[in-house]
């Protein structure tokens, strides 16, 4: 939970710069905005999703954090002129989507077209025969994610990722990565995909509905393919204006990319951020050729420096948001977050509520659960563990195993855990660490918990517990914020990562032999004391004792969370503001010891509490080269009073696979 630092007299303020349009002039992000006014409002506006399959329907989706009116706007195919339509609401809220039946038919081999009231062109996309069956949809990011056939039903009204198919086509890597339209009006392809890509015979075509396409190979310079990772520049023949749009076609006419930017925004030049994927944002400097900088200011397409999306609702009786405490600076050498820069609200207001909590907050440890990703376990300090499943983009308590969650004690039924980490060890059972006992919470009690998640009942008790509070006399002080810097953060780490990484065992010497310790099980556990940022290695015995296999050093203050990821081969220290947001990836390195490799801040958009919390899903939910990571909020603060995201614990972006 939110804690003063009392023993460092941390109080300076994290510098954070946000680049979101009215956040920037306000520091905070308001309530859904009214639909906007200014008609550059519809460059946030793409079309997401579209079935010639007999209904003929369109999707558009607002990327923007403002509403758009849609009032009078209009659309058109290959063959008839651009003819109004009914959608199913005439305003598009951030960050939502709106339907509509197309006023006539839709063809095999056709195409859509959208236009604001007064005849701007807004978005289009083109498709081959039988390519929008069951339907052309965006993949790997609603509004900006390449175009591919839905490998199941459509999702029409909500997000794409259940429609679209588990590996991308190669083609559909490509993506339009830089554009400027400063004279030279030049434009940028990058193949993000592991094969190269023949792109001669391919087109392109701006906002202009007067002008053919015209292939890349008919450009100057010429190009015929571009290799995996590569790149490809050329000049547009049509000419690229202010407030212009660039339309990316295959040889077959799918639609494979767009951008529409504002007046100014492509020059001198619009980029993708983060390179290759991600929105678009205004450069500093164009680098055509070359990696983006993502230096700039954003002023590009819809969403460029990243959206806060989601939230609102009102507190309920009692829920009460605590302000971030202990705000530190980012320590130096961090990198920015190498995934989408948009992040979602990923619960409903107030929805942590306990008889023990009814503040609402205090929300702290995530894991994933990797025998069924689609399930993601929560710790909330004040002893109550949930299991969360998806609904309407949001993590809700999954009803069938308590829609209120179970509360948790220490062995023998008695106390209430201050429970902080949380993680899935190889048997399915959950591990959870405690701090203190929240009935006498000057004494620290830093202890690991084991739960069975098939138990009946609405309270859990351990199945084993281990206790570690010997082990550190200096939070045992009588003081409560010492006795709160102990276990914040336990992953499980498989022996079959630390053997094939050739990590060396403190106690031996040489290479780590799980054979030596035989009643483990298959891995290790490692807690994160928030006191100094050190990692503890455990073993947990079956028979109740625990083998110590020392510290480990994260360059951090403090650790809030620990995580190991299979799909980077790493150990993922988290730490909240105490430490600028920050994840430190963890390996082992040729010495056989366990080390900081990098560390990643967070999405500039998200607001600077205590977000003890972090998990990234297992890769098997890859959906074009990105899954979801999940953020808690223990303060339940957000932006403060007034925001869409005051009142909640948990937030939704993505990560590389």
């Not at 004690?409 to 701090?435: A, I, K, R, W």
Request: net charge negative; proline share 5%; aromatic share 8%.
């Amino acid at each position: 939970m939110p804690t003063s630092h009392s023993r460092t007299g941390v109080t300076s303020v994290c510098a954070v710069a946000f680049a979101l349009s009215g956040l920037l002039a306000t520091g905070i992000l308001a309530a859904q905005p009214a639909a906007a006014a200014d008609p550059a409002g519809y460059q946030n506006v793409r079309i997401n999703e579209v079935t010639s399959s007999g209904n003929d329907t369109v999707e558009l989706y607002n990327s923007g954090s403002t509403a758009v009116s849609i009032s009078g706007w209009k659309m058109s195919d290959d063959s008839f002129s651009a003819q109004s339509f009914t959608p199913s609401s005439t305003t598009i809220a951030a960050g939502g989507f709106v339907t509509f039946n197309s006023p006539k038919g839709l063809g095999d081999s056709d195409k859509v077209v959208i236009y604001t009231s007064g005849g701007t062109v807004v978005d289009r996309v083109e498709w081959a025969t039988d390519k929008a069956k069951p339907a052309m949809a965006r993949c790997g990011g609603d509004g900006t994610g390449a175009w591919v056939t839905a490998a199941s039903a459509a999702t029409f009204g909500a997000a794409n990722a259940s429609g679209c198919p588990s590996s991308i086509p190669a083609a559909s890597r490509v993506r339009i990565n830089e554009v400027t339209s400063n004279g030279s009006d030049t434009v940028e392809l990058y193949n993000g995909g592991t094969s190269a890509v023949s792109v001669g015979s391919w087109k392109y075509v701006d906002a202009d509905t007067s002008h053919s396409a015209v292939t890349v190979s008919s450009s100057s310079p010429s190009a015929s393919s571009i290799p995996a990772g590569g790149y490809v520049t050329f000049n547009s023949t049509i000419g690229l204006g202010d407030n212009d749009s660039v339309f990316l076609l295959d040889s077959s006419g799918n639609t494979v990319d767009s951008l529409t930017w504002a007046t100014g925004a492509a020059t001198p030049s619009d980029e993708r951020c983060a390179n290759g994927s991600g929105w678009f944002q205004t450069a500093v400097t164009a680098t055509f050729g070359s990696a983006n900088s993502c230096s700039g200011s954003g002023g590009g397409g819809g969403g460029q420096t990243g959206q806060l999306l989601g939230g609102g609702g009102s507190l309920t009786s009692g829920c009460t948001p605590e302000a971030p405490s202990g705000t530190g600076s980012t320590p130096t050498g961090t990198t920015a977050w190498p995934g989408g820069l948009d992040v979602t609200i990923a619960d409903n207001v107030c929805a942590f509520t306990t008889s023990t909590g009814p503040e609402g907050r205090d929300v702290s440890g995530l894991a994933f659960d990797p025998s069924n990703p689609s399930v993601l376990w929560a710790a909330k300090n004040k002893n109550w563990l949930y299991k969360l499943v998806k609904s309407n983009g949001k993590w809700i308590p999954d009803a069938s195993w308590s829609s209120t969650g179970k509360q948790i004690n220490f062995t023998g039924g008695s106390g209430q855990p201050d429970s902080e980490g949380l993680t899935v060890g190889g048997n399915g059972h959950l591990y959870v660490t405690s701090e203190r006992d929240n009935s006498n919470n000057t004494a620290p009690k830093d202890t690991i918990m084991e739960f069975d998640p098939a138990a009946t009942g609405s309270t859990l008790t351990p199945v084993h517990q281990w206790d570690m509070t010997s082990q550190f006399p200096q939070l045992n002080t009588g003081n409560k914020d010492d006795a709160n810097l102990g276990f914040e953060g336990v992953g499980y780490v498989p022996d079959s990562w630390l053997t094939a990484n050739g990590w060396v065992d403190p106690l031996t010497g040489a290479a780590y032999n799980p054979a030596n310790y035989p009643l483990h099980g298959s891995g290790l556990y490692f807690a994160g004391l928030e006191w100094d940022g050190s990692l503890h290695v455990y073993g947990l015995n079956s028979d109740g004792t625990f083998t110590t296999f020392g510290t480990i050093a994260t360059g951090k203050a403090s650790v809030m969370d620990v995580t190991y990821d299979a799909a980077t081969q790493r150990l993922v220290a988290t730490c909240d503001n105490t430490c600028g947001e920050t994840h430190t990836f963890m390996k082992v390195n040729a010495s056989g010891a366990i080390v900081p490799d990098v560390t990643y801040t967070n999405p500039a958009v998200m607001p600077t509490d205590n977000l003890e919390g972090f998990a990234l899903a297992p890769a098997s939910t890859c959906v074009s080269g990105f899954r979801e990571a999940v953020w808690s909020d223990d303060g339940i603060y957000g932006f403060g009073s007034g925001t869409s995201s005051y009142g909640h614990a948990l937030y939704s972006g993505t990560f590389p696979c």
